[in-house]
């Protein structure tokens, strides 16, 4: 049988012989190019990062062609970041252009570092998951076509991190984005009253729900749902496969913007509602691409050099977000859950628009 | 040419973005499962519905985690995706390969799976997706030879992730490479072993940008910072200034605590470092000529968590200052003290963020033994309803 609890390889096998060597000792960068970052060590060695877009899902055979470019310029070493981006790491700087040049040639966006968008991070949707509202995949390749040019340049205000998950399970790290795209449900499962008493266990049912929606049904051995506190999550479905939850009709995106993660400046921030709902439109989500590519546009005007998007609201107000957008503000921007009235306005000062 | 029975993710092979279809095209070329995915997630685009459900329990012996189930609700169309479950690998910390080693993992998931990965998955680990029930087990066996072994899933420690920090970065407080694979090397029993309420997750940044977003992303979040001066060199400063910076309108105007004065006329700058919350806006845009203070370690924050179930929170500050150095004994303690309070007294699926709410931020302080210090809130309570400690109050004499 196979050794258990061995761990992950250990990271240290893994580091190119310039970070082995300099590990630590780190003195400064700088981004030469848009994908392309220089470190310098102490030692005066030098590191050249060029990063390259993916999109996440990637089969082995794309996993063989990135080993064999990291084999041909980086004697072997490469890492992933967090966003789901491939960096190539090489210490000869005149090998840089011709990596470049390679990768580029193999359609590899070349860009994701400083003021740019870089790649989106994302779950699984219709690939792999059962409980999604939209698919992951799909909207991130349309946006990303449409956003190309700002992965590929350093031309906003500052760092835009888009994210997107694909139900309030929110497997992606959404909710302190800059730009969240999220997966809603709208519609309450429907039990399929003639299965629920063969395929489901009734009590594992009831207790799988977080809010306590489920009862029981004694007249159809089945359970009803309590349309008022159910908040669509589908833990239910997961162990009750009689309790469809998808709605092609009704499930969609919603758009939340302002969030981040560093302290840089200003303390980490959550994304705020903008957009409640935008129907799901396969294969490449038109109303969200342009609803994304909107608040992008106009933020690249308004926004202050190291202004992140979240602080440039800050400055100039939700109140005028809202007209520079032309977005319609609606209740569903009204919070109404537990904490809501620290989102209400308590003074008299307010802008115009 | 025969018709695409494609067409509309055919439409998503087209722009200049990376094309996740043409991935699951290439892997359907040598794998029917892979094939079977593909037209599946045609359906899905085509009804606007996904087609996945889930089921028994899969896993590999020994462990109570790393696998997620997952079964077509079409295995009538798609016998190819009948089972189509994923493996949570553990990735190396930092996400740094060698070519030799992601070849291996390649030549594993080849033999026993779709060809089809995510690199990486939204918990950092590398994810394998699709195979069936009976390859689970002969996959994992390889996966181990190979070296690598799976991460967490369910009500267990989840995978911990780290920045690159040392590895690349000037800004790193700490080792949090180090760390981060110490701590999982540490944990593995409750990685591979749900015991606990919920989800558990550890992440470390090196330092406040927090390039894994450990504040908004895990229970317990170690994120490095220093003490003492940030050390200017007054010739790189200038040198900024010459290159074109401007210094009042991009680095002190945006210093969020005002703490830095700019003197035009003799390009001096000065820091009030008392009042520095070093947030590194101003290290992040002179890396030449700022450098942090000479006393380094880490913040340590907790319970962060996702909406479900009593919506979201960021993670809030425990302890100011550590140092961490190997074997970072303090620390593990610490973590320790927290995971069995959490353990006894949460709920089950009740988070520790959510649980530290329900009974009091000072009972969690009182049951892992730190001392109330006002870095801990932004403000004291503005509501009077405060509770005393029995101990507290003197007891009626008769
Ligand atoms: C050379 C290495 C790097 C440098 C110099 C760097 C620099 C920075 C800076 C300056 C910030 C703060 C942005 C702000 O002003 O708000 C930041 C934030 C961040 N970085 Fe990095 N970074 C590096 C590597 C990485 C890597 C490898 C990743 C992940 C793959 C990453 C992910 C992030 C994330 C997620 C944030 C937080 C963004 C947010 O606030 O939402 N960084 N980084
Ligand atoms: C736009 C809506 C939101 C989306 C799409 C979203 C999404 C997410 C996702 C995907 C994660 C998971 C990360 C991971 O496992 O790595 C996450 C974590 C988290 N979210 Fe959100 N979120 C949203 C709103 C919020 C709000 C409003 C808050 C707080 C008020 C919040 C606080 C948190 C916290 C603290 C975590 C860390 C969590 C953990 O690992 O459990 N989120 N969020
Ligand atoms: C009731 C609650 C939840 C359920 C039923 C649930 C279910 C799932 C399932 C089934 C997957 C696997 C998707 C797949 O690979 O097919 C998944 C992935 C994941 N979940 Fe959750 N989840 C829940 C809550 C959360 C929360 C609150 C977070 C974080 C705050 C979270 C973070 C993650 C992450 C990071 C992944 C990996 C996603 C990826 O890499 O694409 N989950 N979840
Ligand atoms: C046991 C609880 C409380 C008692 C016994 C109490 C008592 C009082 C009294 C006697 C006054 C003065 C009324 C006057 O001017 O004639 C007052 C004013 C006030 N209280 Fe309270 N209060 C309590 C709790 C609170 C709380 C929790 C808040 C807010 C968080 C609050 C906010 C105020 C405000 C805003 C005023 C008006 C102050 C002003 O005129 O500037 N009180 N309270
Ligand atoms: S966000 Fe929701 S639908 Fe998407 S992968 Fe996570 S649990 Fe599944
Ligand atoms: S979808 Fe979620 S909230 Fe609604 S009934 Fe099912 S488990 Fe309960
Ligand atoms: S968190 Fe700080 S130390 Fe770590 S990689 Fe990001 S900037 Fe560097
Ligand atoms: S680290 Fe932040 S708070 Fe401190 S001096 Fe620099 S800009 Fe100001």
């Not at chain 1, 809603?184 to 009253?193: A, C, F, S």
């Not at chain 1, 009689?242 to 009704?250: F, G, I, S």
């Not at chain 2, 694979?181 to 944990?187: I, R």
């Not at chain 2, 620390?331 to 009974?359: C, F, P």
Request: proline share 6%.
């Amino acid at each position: 049988m196979a050794k258990t609890d061995i761990g992950p390889p250990n990271y240290k096998n893994f580091l190119p012989p310039v970070i082995q060597k300099n590990y630590g000792k780190w003195k400064h960068h700088e981004i030469l190019k848009p994908g392309l970052l220089k470190h310098v060590a102490e030692s005066g060695d030098e590191l050249y990062t060029v990063r390259v877009g993916s999109g996440r899902l990637l089969s082995t055979d794309h996993i063989r062609e990135i080993c064999e470019i990291a084999d041909k310029y980086c004697d072997g070493y490469l890492r992933f970041t967090s966003r789901h981006n491939v960096e190539f790491l090489l210490t000869d700087k005149n090998r840089v252009d011709a990596l470049i040049a390679e990768l580029k040639s193999k359609n590899y966006p070349v860009g994701g570092t400083g003021h740019s968008i870089t790649n989106i991070v994302h779950t699984q949707g219709w690939v792999h998951c059962h409980t999604p509202a939209t698919d992951a995949s799909g909207p991130v390749k349309a946006v990303m076509d449409e956003l190309y040019d700002y992965f590929v340049t350093m031309k906003l205000p500052a760092h835009v991190r888009i994210a997107l998950a694909c139900c309030l399970n929110m497997c992606g790290a959404v909710h302190c984005s800059d730009i969240a795209i999220l997966g809603i449900h709208r519609t309450v499962p429907k039990p399929d009253h003639s299965r629920v008493p063969n395929v489901c266990e009734i009590p594992t049912t009831i207790a799988s729900c977080p809010t306590g929606a489920i009862r029981p049904d004694p007249k159809t051995k089945s359970v009803v749902i309590n349309e008022e506190k159910c908040m669509y999550c589908g833990n239910c479905y997961t162990v009750c496969p009689a309790l469809p939850l998808a709605d092609a009709e009704n499930d969609g995106i919603s758009i939340w913007v302002g969030g981040k993660v560093s302290n840089a400046r200003s303390a980490p921030m959550f994304s705020k509602l903008v957009i409640p709902y935008l129907p799901n439109n396969p294969p490449r989500w038109p109303e969200t691409v342009a609803a994304v590519k909107n608040i992008v546009e106009i933020y690249a005007k308004q926004g202050r050099k190291h202004e992140r998007m979240g602080e440039w609201i800050d400055r100039v107000g939700w109140e005028r977000f809202f007209r520079l957008t032309g977005i319609e503000f609606t209740d569903k921007h009204i919070d109404d859950f537990t904490l809501a009235p620290n989102t209400f306005r308590t003074t008299t000062q307010f802008k115009w628009g | 040419m025969a018709k695409s029975e494609t067409p509309l993710l055919d439409e998503l092979e087209k722009g200049p973005w990376p094309s996740f279809v043409k991935d699951i095209k290439q892997a359907a070329e040598k794998k029917p499962m892979a094939r079977d995915l593909l037209g599946q997630l045609e359906l899905s685009y085509k009804e606007k519905i996904g087609h996945w459900k889930h089921g028994g329990i899969v896993g590999v012996k020994g462990y109570g985690g790393g696998v997620i189930g997952r079964y077509s609700d079409r295995p009538d169309l798609f016998p190819g995706v009948e089972h189509f479950h994923t493996l949570r690998v553990n990735h190396p910390t930092g996400w740094f390969y060698t070519t030799k080693a992601l070849r291996a993992l390649c030549d594993v998931w080849d033999k026993h799976g779709s060809g089809l990965t995510n690199m990486h998955g939204s918990t950092g680990d590398i994810i394998l997706l699709g195979t069936k029930t009976e390859n689970l087990q002969p996959c994992f066996d390889d996966l181990s030879d190979a070296g690598f072994d799976l991460g967490g899933s369910g009500s267990a420690l989840r995978t911990p992730s780290a920045c690159v920090g040392p590895g690349r970065c000037e800004w790193a407080c700490i080792d949090s490479l180090d760390i981060c694979y110490n701590l999982t090397m540490e944990f593995q029993d409750q990685i591979h072993r749900p015991m606990f309420p919920y989800k558990f997750k550890i992440k470390v940044s090196a330092c406040a940008n927090d390039c894994v977003a450990a504040i908004a992303r895990a229970d317990f979040s170690i994120i490095g910072t220093w003490m003492g001066k940030i050390q200017i060199d007054a010739q790189e400063v200038k040198a900024y200034a010459a290159s074109g910076l401007n210094i009042r309108e991009e680095v002190t105007d945006l210093c969020p605590t005002k703490c830095m004065n700019w003197d035009e006329g003799k390009k001096e700058l000065k820091i009030e470092d008392g009042d520095c919350t070093r947030c590194m806006h101003c290290i992040n845009l002179m890396p030449k000529a700022l450098r942090q203070g000479k006393e380094k370690g880490a913040s340590i924050l907790v319970g962060g968590k996702a909406p479900i179930l009593q919506g979201a929170l960021l993670s809030t500050l425990i302890v100011p200052f550590m140092k961490l150095e190997p074997p970072y004994k303090e620390l593990k303690e610490l973590i320790r003290k927290i995971q069995d309070w959490w353990d006894e007294n949460g709920k089950s699926r009740e988070r520790l963020g959510e649980l530290i709410n329900r009974v009091g931020m000072r009972t969690f302080l009182k049951a892992v033994g730190l001392k109330p210090i006002p870095q801990m809130v932004k403000s004291p309570r503005t509501n009077p309803y405060i509770f005393f400690w029995p101990e507290e109050i003197k007891k009626e004499v008769k």
